[in-house]
């Protein structure tokens, strides 16, 4: 395990996020956006030209630059790092490219318990925090620059690692990963102890190098059950996150479609992720005393201020119940939405 380095900078000890995240209440409610650093920024855009994605989360410069974007923009109260689910795949050795219009694209699918071998036996580097140097160099530039705000390390879930090998790209229903799931427990068990080991360290090596906290995301978790989850994937997802809880940084987890995982989910995590679906004060009930994330309705983003606004204080008074509020929206922030907007946004929750 590295030696991790915090950042010393006093302002963190009190910043209005991690204090949400301990579960408190900080006089300014904490927001933040998922995907707020992106395709939604005229300056992203225009950083991007010319350059593929994944080789952009790869130039530490590059993926610094674009993570400090948003919150010189907006004022969130923290930055995430700017990377997607399949970097560590990427860095680790897997054939995976992000195709325009379509997403990740792996060469060769892992479909059958050989593959799960070769997978293990060729990219040994993924338990080790050291086959990420560049994303590490990417974390210690934005905490740098960003002082006294969090900076929010990311990783996938192991899962959702797990589904995009299986499935060989995005997947409406991971209908083969949940096959390889029950056909080959053996095989999946294999699967989901590589991935899991890969997604610690990867977010291992960002808190290292300064990640004030983590969250883990689990894209595609939202079509299991509770007892596939809960036998299947649960302990994976738990072990991802070991490392990060035992160096004293907050935990996020985070799924779409996981209402009715929120119960298990909470116990591998310090806070739970909510997505829109879910009402904040029911969430609440369903994981007490777990600090809570969430969960705007991106679509509202392009409603009316009006009727935005009336969502954004029904959401902000749901999450009364909840010990430790988080504001952010129910999944990313879209390609189309209006910066201007998000910006308008967090002056009324911080207002709020």
Request: charged share 15%.
């Amino acid at each position: 395990m590295p030696t991790v380095e915090l950042n010393p900078h006093p302002a963190l000890a009190s910043a209005p996020l991690l204090r949400a995240y301990r579960g408190e209440r900080p006089d300014r409610l904490p927001v933040w956006f998922m995907r707020q650093a992106g395709r939604s920024l005229p300056e992203y855009r225009e950083l991007r030209v010319g350059t593929r994605m994944l080789d952009a989360c790869l130039d530490p410069a590059l993926a610094a630059e674009i993570t400090l974007q948003p919150v010189r923009r907006h004022g969130v109260d923290a930055a995430i790092l700017f990377s997607d689910i399949v970097v560590p795949l990427k860095m680790v050795g897997v054939d995976v490219e992000i195709v325009p219009g379509k997403g990740p694209v792996l060469a060769h699918p892992v479909r059958t318990a050989a593959d799960v071998r070769d997978l293990v036996a060729h990219a040994p580097d993924g338990a080790t925090p050291e086959a990420f140097d560049a994303v590490a160099q990417a974390v210690r530039i934005v905490v740098a620059e960003l002082g006294g705000t969090p900076l929010i390390g990311f990783a996938g879930a192991p899962f959702t690692l797990a589904a995009y090998l299986v499935e060989g790209g995005p997947s409406k229903d991971q209908l083969a990963a949940r096959t390889l799931m029950h056909a080959d427990p053996e095989a999946w068990q294999q699967l989901m102890s590589w991935t899991a080991q890969l997604s610690s360290a990867f977010l291992l090596a960002q808190v290292a190098a300064g990640a004030s906290a983590v969250q883990l995301f689990d894209s595609w978790a939202g079509s299991l059950s509770l007892a596939d989850y809960e036998r299947a994937v649960l302990p994976a997802s738990t072990a991802a996150l070991t490392g990060a809880r035992a160096q004293g940084v907050p935990t996020v987890h985070f799924g779409t479609g996981t209402g009715h995982l929120l119960p298990a989910m909470s116990t591998a995590a310090d806070v739970v992720g909510v997505d829109h679906r879910t009402p904040l004060d029911e969430a609440a009930a369903l994981v007490p005393g777990v600090p809570l994330q969430g969960n705007i309705d991106p679509a509202l983003l392009g409603a009316p201020w009006e009727v935005l606004e009336g969502h954004v204080r029904a959401v902000v008074e749901a999450g009364r119940a909840a010990p430790g509020h988080v504001v952010n929206l129910g999944h990313g922030v879209p390609p189309g939405a209006d910066p201007a907007v998000l910006t308008r946004l967090v002056e009324l929750i911080h207002a709020l």
